[in-house]
Structures are given as structure tokens and as C-alpha cells.
């Protein structure tokens, strides 16, 4: 029995560190362009002697930079931080699955270490449908598509591994 969750623990573990691991490259070679503060910027230069110009430059460069901030601050959010997190929290649970094994109750352990192991496909199932979503946000960088794909792929092939791992488990009691 324990040997089916260490099993799982150490799927779970290759998986985060690889899924981690693209998310972050995926981002890293996502080609950013501060589209808003270079048209502005664009729009100032070729106004410099109309009259508003002052104006634009005065509101508009601030603003575009905020566009292109919080452009930035969300795909890094979804990229990194939201992954990441759901990542250490399914290794936690897979951790104190294995945990639970040491108890002396058969039953209760079994049931526990089930509970667990199911809300961590659970949450690496949100994980494929965030990466999913970054997909569908980087549709321009084509390597970032690349390596979510496969950060994709890895996580599917991960949830597949854990539930056959629990199958075959059951078929083992």
C-alpha cells in the first residue's frame, strides 16, 4: 500500500518540477511588446506641435504603461504563480497521503490516503485548464505554445499514471 502512494508522491514531484519548470520558460520566451506605450508614444511624437499634444503625453503614456503592466502582471500570474501554487499544493497532498500510511488503522488510512490523492487530480485538472487558458493568451509566441503543450501533456499523462496507480491499487485490496 505504501509503496503505491510513494509511487504516485514521486510521479507528482517529476511532473511539478517539469510543469514548473516550462510554465516559467513559457514566459521567459514570451515575447512582450509594449504595444500601448509605443503607439502613444508614437502619437505624441508625431503631434509635438499641435495643440493636445501636451495633454496626450501627459495622460495617455501613464495609462499606456499601466495597460501594458498589468498585461505583464496577469500572464505572470497565470503563468507562474497560480501553477506553481497548485503544484507545491498537490506534492503537499501527495506528501501527507504517503504520511497517512504509517497509521496503524488499514481502513481509516486507505480511505484518507484516497480522499487526498483524489483532490490532488483534482487540482492538477484546474492545472491543465490554466494551462490550457495560457495557451490560448500566447497565441503569438509559438515556443510558449510549444512549451505548454508539452507542460500539458505532461500533466494529462500525470493524472492518467495516478489514477491507473489507484486502480490498480484497488485491485490489489
Same mark, same amino acid.
Given at each position: 500500500? $505504501? ?10 514531484? !517529476? ?28 502619437? !505624441?511624437?508625431?503631434?509635438? /506641435?499641435?495643440?493636445?499634444?501636451? /495633454? ?10 499601466? !495597460?501594458?503592466?498589468?498585461? !505583464? ?16 499544493? /498537490? ?13 496503524? /488503522?488499514? $481502513? ?47 500533466g494529462i499523462i500525470s493524472i492518467v $499514471? ?6 490498480h491499487k484497488k485491485s490489489q485490496v
Amino acid at each position: 500500500m $505504501k509503496k503505491t502512494y510513494t509511487n504516485i508522491l514521486s510521479t507528482a514531484i !517529476v511532473s511539478a518540477i517539469i510543469i514548473a519548470l516550462l510554465c516559467y520558460l513559457s514566459m521567459e520566451f514570451y515575447n512582450f511588446k509594449w504595444n500601448a506605450t509605443d503607439q502613444i508614444i508614437d502619437s !505624441v511624437a508625431n503631434m509635438s /506641435e499641435s495643440p493636445g499634444s501636451g /495633454e496626450l503625453a501627459l495622460i495617455g503614456i501613464p495609462l499606456a504603461i499601466f !495597460v501594458d503592466l498589468s498585461t !505583464v502582471i496577469a500572464l505572470g500570474f497565470i503563468l507562474i504563480l497560480l501553477p506553481w501554487s497548485i503544484l507545491i499544493i /498537490e506534492i503537499l497532498l501527495q506528501g501527507i497521503s504517503c504520511l497517512v500510511q504509517i497509521g496503524k /488503522e488499514k $481502513k481509516a488510512k486507505d480511505i484518507t490516503s484516497k480522499i487526498l490523492t483524489i483532490t490532488a487530480i483534482c487540482l492538477k485538472s484546474l492545472l491543465c485548464l490554466i494551462l490550457i487558458l495560457g495557451i490560448l493568451l500566447l497565441y503569438k509566441s509559438i515556443l510558449s505554445i510549444i512549451l505548454l503543450i508539452v507542460a500539458l501533456t505532461i500533466g494529462i499523462i500525470s493524472i492518467v $499514471k495516478t489514477i491507473n496507480l489507484l486502480k490498480h491499487k484497488k485491485s490489489q485490496v
